[in-house]
């Protein structure tokens, strides 16, 4: 396993699908998965994508700036993210940073178990 593979094809997909259908993220987390965002701690794979699907916008573009990785215990990779995150109809874009904990699956591809998202205000 090539972590830096695994982590840029995480990414791509992550976030285009994040961008393009934010309800597509189910099959990425699992029932013991936490996303943990703006210091707001949520725990399975519904609550997830019911938290990233209620968010206050439509539309968003994210744009990456680094992706640096990690291999982990047990097969896992530890894959941190920033960049920025166009929101539509606003002029600046927010600054962010993510950390995902991705942890492997009998059928050979990669679930998330840990997720920390936060802006960064300057």
């Known amino acids: 396993m ?3 593979a695994v982590a840029k094809a995480f990414v ?3 976030y285009s699908t994040f961008d393009a259908n934010r ?6 987390y699992q029932e013991g998965s936490m996303l943990t965002f703006e ?3 949520i725990q399975g794979s519904q609550n997830i994508v019911a ?3 209620s968010l206050p916008f ?6 990456i700036t680094t992706v640096d990785c990690q291999p982990s215990g047990a097969g896992g990779v530890l894959v941190f993210v920033s960049g920025t995150l166009q929101l539509a109809g606003e002029q ?3 600054k962010f940073s993510q950390m995902f904990h991705l942890m492997p699956t009998p059928q050979g591809s990669f679930y998330v178990l840990n997720d920390i998202f936060r802006l960064n205000y300057a």
């Open 12 to 14: 791509d997909h992550y």
């Open 2 to 4: 090539d972590p830096d």
């Open 92 to 94: 600046h874009a927010l």
């Open 51 to 53: 938290k990233l699907t």
């Open 39 to 41: 210091g707001q701690k």
């Open 58 to 63: 439509q539309q968003c573009k994210h744009n």
């Open 23 to 28: 309800a597509g993220l189910a099959n990425l």
